[in-house]
Structure formats: C-alpha cells, structure tokens
C-alpha cells in the first residue's frame, strides 16, 4: 500500500521543551539548569532527525556554538533560542529555529545527562 500522507513522519523520538525558570543563588547569581524542577515543560514533540550539513557545522561554528543535535518537528510557536530542550534523558540548549509554516528545524547543544 502506497502511503499518500501528506505530513512529515516524525518517529526518531520525542523532545521535551521547556524554559528556564529564574532561579538566583543568595548571592543573586543566576542558578544552571540541574533538573526538570529548575524548568517549566513547554511542550513534547515527535521529532524526526535531520543530518547535519556541512553548511549547519560552519553556521553554528559561526554563531558560537557547537550542533550536537538537528532535528525537524512539527511547528509550534512557542519555541525559540531562549527554550532548553530534553531527549533521553539529555539537557539541550535551544540554539537556533529554522521555521516553516508547518514545521521547524531545532538547532541543539548538548549540555549534561540530567
């Protein structure tokens, strides 16, 4: 049977997004992200894993920083480079979105096992 859906198959996981809550020190130092509890849950997306161009390595060594992840969900408004996003267990910098009116390309730095 041919498949004939029009929409994107995302089945390579789920990413979590979340946003940083604003935690401070007693010294009114901004806290790091060391656990679910230190972020507010967005949204959970499928997601479908994206190669990593040559052309997305030199983007992101331009931009500061290094692409441990890409991967193509469906859109949501909500995300930008300001979210932290979860995949297995893995904390990500949200560090660019690449958009369409129907999907988007999340851009990852990874940063610890939570």
């Keep these: ?47 479908g894993e994206s190669s990593r161009r040559e052309e997305d390595n030199e983007f992101a060594q331009q931009m500061g920083f290094s692409l441990s992840l890409k991967v193509r969900t469906r859109f949501f408004d909500k995300v930008n480079n300001k979210c932290k996003a979860v995949v297995d267990g893995y904390l990500y910098d949200v560090k660019h979105v690449d958009k369409n009116r129907s999907e988007m390309w999340l851009y990852l730095e990874g940063v610890r096992a939570l």
């Design 1 to 47: 049977m041919k498949n004939n859906n029009k929409f994107s198959q995302y089945n390579d996981g789920v990413v979590r997004i979340y946003r940083e809550k604003t935690r401070r020190t007693e010294f009114n130092a901004k806290k790091n992200v060391s656990a679910l509890d230190d972020m507010e849950f967005i949204v959970k997306l499928a997601y």
